[in-house]
C-alpha cells in the first residue's frame, strides 16, 4: 500500500513533470519568439527586382524603394477632395507610398540602366538601386550606360556615392538641356526656392563622370544605340527624355515622371505636380506620350508607378487606364552576372 510519503512523492513528481513540461512549453515559446525575431522582417528586404522580356531584351525593374508621396501638397489643378476620391477609388492611403523605380536592360551586348534613384538624397526609405543591381545578378561595374530621363535627386542622386562613381566604367548620358539647366547659376537663382537643393544635386551628381570625361550630353531626339531611341518628353524638366527600347517587334518606353501619382493622374492627366518646370508643356507631353503608348501598344517602364511600374495604357474618353504587366516566372536568357550575346 502507497503510503503518504509515497504518495507524496507521486505527487511531487507529477507536478515536477508539469513543471518540466510547462518550462519546455515556454523554452519552445521563447525559442519561437526568438526565431521570429531572428527573422524580423523589417531586417528582411522585400523583393525590389522584377524580370520581363521585350523581345531579345532581358529587363529588370529595380526598387529604389518608397517614400510617403505629399500628395497634400504637390499636386496641381486637384482639389483636396478630388484627390481623396481618387487615392479612395483606388484603395491607397493617404498619403499613397510613391515607388521609386529604375530600369535595367541588358541588350546581350551592353548593359543600360535608366534612371539610378535617389542614392543618398532621400534617406533611409531609397537608395537601393545598387543592392537590386546586385540581387539581379550584375554588378554595377557591369554597367556599361546611364541614360537619365531628367536629373531630378530621385533619378541622378544613385549615381555618385561620396563624391565617387557609382558605375566606375558606366558613360552617362541625360539631356543636354537638363545638363545645362540643372549645372547653371543663373538658372537656379531663377527657380523656386524648393528647387534650390536640386541643382546641387545633380551638379554634385553627374561631377565624377564630367570629371572622368564620361558624362555624354544627349542634343536632340533619335537613336541613340542599337535599338534605342531618345523621345523628347519636356515639361517636368527642360529636357526630359524617354527611351524607347525594340527588340523584335515589341517596344518598351521608358517614361521618367510622365506620372506621378498614377491613380490621379491616369483619370485626370491634366493634374500637374509643383515640381514640374512647365505645368502646360508636362500635361501636353503626358497626354500625347500616353496616347501614343495607347495606341501603338506599347510597354511602358515608369519611375513613379507603383513598383514594378511596368505595364500598358488604354485609353477611356479623356483618361487612361493602366493594365499592369502579365507575371511570368519563366527563366530568362540571363545567367548570373554574365552577359551572353544576343543571338
Ligand atoms: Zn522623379
Not at 522580356?53 to 483636396?80: E, W
Not at 487615392?87 to 534612371?115: M, Q, W, Y
Not at 506621378?260 to 503626358?286: C, F, I, M, N
Amino acid at each position: 500500500m502507497a503510503g503518504y510519503n509515497d504518495r507524496m512523492e507521486s505527487a511531487m513528481s507529477f507536478a515536477t513533470s508539469l513543471a518540466r513540461g510547462a518550462g519546455a512549453l515556454l523554452l519552445g515559446l521563447l525559442a519561437h519568439t526568438l526565431t521570429l525575431a531572428a527573422a524580423d522582417v523589417s531586417q528582411v528586404p522585400p523583393p525590389g527586382i522584377y524580370r520581363f522580356r521585350v523581345g531579345q531584351l532581358d529587363v529588370t525593374a529595380l526598387s529604389d524603394g518608397t517614400h510617403p508621396f505629399p500628395v497634400d501638397t504637390v499636386m496641381v489643378g486637384a482639389s483636396g477632395p478630388e484627390i481623396g476620391d481618387a487615392l479612395e477609388h483606388d484603395f491607397l492611403d493617404r498619403p499613397p507610398a510613391g515607388s521609386i523605380n529604375a530600369f535595367l536592360i541588358n541588350t546581350g551586348k551592353r548593359l543600360i540602366l535608366v534612371d539610378a534613384g535617389a542614392g543618398a538624397l532621400y534617406g533611409d526609405c531609397c537608395g537601393q538601386v545598387v543592392q537590386q543591381i546586385r540581387a539581379a545578378g550584375y554588378l554595377p561595374e557591369q554597367v556599361d550606360l546611364v541614360l537619365l530621363t531628367h536629373l531630378h535627386k530621385d533619378h541622378v542622386g544613385g549615381i555618385t556615392s561620396g563624391g565617387r562613381a557609382v558605375f566606375p566604367n558606366a558613360v552617362v548620358r541625360a539631356s543636354k538641356t537638363d545638363v545645362d539647366y540643372w549645372t547653371s547659376a543663373a538658372a537656379k537663382a531663377k527657380a523656386p526656392e524648393f528647387l534650390s537643393t536640386f541643382f546641387d544635386a545633380a551638379a554634385a551628381s553627374l561631377a565624377p563622370y564630367k570629371a572622368a570625361g564620361r558624362l555624354q550630353p544627349i542634343s536632340g531626339p533619335g537613336p541613340i544605340e542599337d535599338g534605342v531611341e531618345v523621345l523628347a518628353s519636356p515639361g517636368h524638366t527642360p529636357g526630359h527624355l524617354s527611351f524607347a527600347f525594340t527588340s523584335r517587334g515589341q517596344t518598351l518606353v521608358v517614361v521618367g515622371d510622365l506620372v506621378h501619382v498614377a491613380a490621379l493622374q491616369l483619370p485626370h492627366p491634366e493634374v500637374t505636380v509643383t515640381y514640374d518646370s512647365d505645368g502646360a508643356e508636362a500635361r501636353k507631353t503626358r497626354v500625347g506620350l500616353l496616347q501614343s503608348a495607347a495606341e501603338r501598344c506599347y510597354l511602358v517602364a515608369a519611375a513613379h508607378i507603383s513598383f514594378p511600374g511596368v505595364g500598358h495604357v488604354r485609353k477611356a474618353g479623356n483618361a487612361f487606364e493602366w493594365v499592369p504587366l502579365n507575371y511570368e516566372a519563366a527563366p530568362t536568357r540571363v545567367k548570373g552576372a554574365t552577359l551572353e550575346k544576343s543571338p
